[in-house]
């Protein structure tokens, strides 16, 4: 019977479907007219203050219990109240039933009054999930075709969850915000989880026999072969953790040998310098010391030599990374060369595994900036710029966590001095000056003939580098020539 009413509905006549289908075009308009309607009544909801003749305390509580609206969904109907009056296109198509109010959500987070003939006319006939592929990265004054930076580009995670798993993430969140010092977003949390899990950090147990009189009594440093690259995943050595003084360290030999590890590397994967190396550790000093089977970049990166963009491989995904986390996995990497090549290149470690041993103890196993807690999900740090003619050596290298690390490469905390004797101080950046100068680059850029593409993506790029640092125009002119194009 029930295959009788599929068969009977899959030959209605084309008259009932076309009535059908006019039918849910309609509401569709009258919908979106409803909807720019709508709009312009919260306009004016907010300049009366009509939440308080209803002993609402806001606007989105008043939305909440008058119109039954999420507090999520309250700010983007808010959001967009705002904006499509000053939209005109935009309003218009959306009067015309051309726009649903989908469409129009997506549209106001980029077009403005000069763009946002460009933004209708590059999303015309695309479906919703087409359209938020074409915002996305972009911001509001930018052109469909200016480049998308990856760091604007955000995906939605929803999680289901029992209320024991529910507790047990708020407990780990408290733990990683305590031992940075500041509340982590979502983002900065799944993060610095998933690091957790990549990075291997576990107690190590060992079985070799120990020599007391070569170990230091106050603790232990263990460290562990660097790992196997293979062609799609540039890495660096893997890392050691230590509570020892760097003091007890130089004049005594600690260690292990690469079998010890669980999950770590073999000794056939080891670099011939370090395949050599066995060492001995104090199996009591070491049960409870936390330690990283694989670097901070036992992940695949690729770069582009020319433009310098990078992309992260993931899960079976591709995405594509910020300047500023670039920059931050050059520090601590092991580049395995070109992918295009048909012979494999010689593996080159940005920092050798002596020296990430050596810096790893010398600075406790914790991030060197002052006042941070944190002890995991550490780097080790250029302090000058390997692209700037900075060494390998460990008066240049300090450990910094995640957090700093970061906030470093995005210009927000300057790191001067050497490893001996750090500074590291924190500038109140000017957005204006920064602006002014990018403007200014761009248009020198311009004048020596490069396009208008290349020299704005350029400027930048010299502005993420830079950040709040004081950089005079010449400096900044001549760092975006070293990111434009060769000709």
């Not at 893997?238 to 007890?248: C, G, K, M, R, V």
């Not at 780097?379 to 003619?389: C, F, N, P, S, T």
């Amino acid at each position: 019977m029930r295959a009788g009413k599929q068969r009977r509905v899959q030959v209605a006549d084309d008259a009932r479907c076309e009535q059908i289908h006019r039918r849910l075009k309609r509401i569709a308009k009258v919908r979106a007219v409803l909807d720019l309607e709508e709009a312009a009544a919260l306009r004016d909801a907010e300049v009366a203050c009509i939440w308080r003749r209803y002993g609402c305390a806001s606007l989105l509580e008043y939305l909440e219990r008058e119109l039954g609206y999420t507090p999520r969904v309250a700010k983007e109907r808010l959001r967009v109240a705002s904006l499509i009056d000053e939209l005109p296109q935009i309003r218009e198509a959306m009067m015309n039933g051309e726009l649903s109010f989908s469409a129009v959500r997506e549209l106001t987070r980029v077009a403005s009054a000069e763009t946002e003939s460009e933004w209708l006319a590059a999303s015309r006939e695309m479906n919703q999930r087409e359209l938020e592929e074409l915002v996305a990265g972009h911001k509001r004054g930018d052109r469909p075709t200016d480049r998308p930076d990856p760091a604007r580009r955000w995906r939605d995670l929803h999680l289901k969850v029992r209320p024991e798993t529910y507790a047990l993430m708020r407990q780990a969140q408290q733990i990683l915000n305590k031992e940075r010092g500041e509340r982590l977003d979502d983002d900065a949390y799944l993060a610095a989880t998933a690091r957790l899990i990549i990075d291997g950090i576990r107690p190590l147990r060992s079985s070799a026999p120990g020599s007391s009189s070569a170990v230091a009594s106050s603790a232990a440093a263990v460290s562990a072969s660097s790992a196997a690259a293979s062609s799609s995943a540039p890495a660096s050595s893997a890392s050691l953790s230590s509570a020892q003084p760097s003091s007890a360290l130089a004049s005594s030999a600690v260690g292990t040998s690469a079998s010890l590890f669980a999950g770590g590397s073999t000794m056939d994967q080891l670099e011939p310098d370090d395949a050599s190396t066995t060492e001995h550790v104090e199996p009591s000093e070491v049960d409870s010391v936390p330690y990283r089977t694989r670097a901070p970049y036992q992940i695949a990166v690729t770069v582009c030599r020319d433009c310098k963009r990078g992309w992260q491989d993931g899960g079976g995904i591709t995405v594509e990374m910020s300047p500023v986390a670039v920059e931050r996995a050059w520090c601590d990497a092991e580049v395995i060369g070109s992918i295009d090549g048909a012979v494999p290149e010689r593996a080159k470690q940005a920092i050798a595994p002596s020296v990430r041993r050596l810096v790893w103890a010398r600075d406790h196993g914790r991030c060197r900036v002052p006042g941070c807690r944190s002890s995991t999900n550490l780097d080790v740090h250029h302090i000058e710029h390997l692209e700037d003619g900075g060494s390998g050596e460990p008066i240049n290298l300090i450990l910094l966590c995640e957090g700093h690390h970061l906030a470093h490469h995005a210009g927000n905390l300057i790191i001067t001095g050497t490893a001996a004797q750090l500074t590291i101080s924190r500038r109140a950046s000017s957005s204006f000056e920064a602006a002014t100068r990018v403007v200014e680059t761009t248009k020198a850029l311009a004048t020596l003939g490069y396009s208008k593409r290349e020299a704005r993506e350029a400027a930048e790029q010299t502005r993420t580098h830079v950040g709040s640092a004081d950089w005079s125009i010449e400096a900044w002119i001549k760092y975006a020539l070293s990111k434009c194009p060769r000709s």
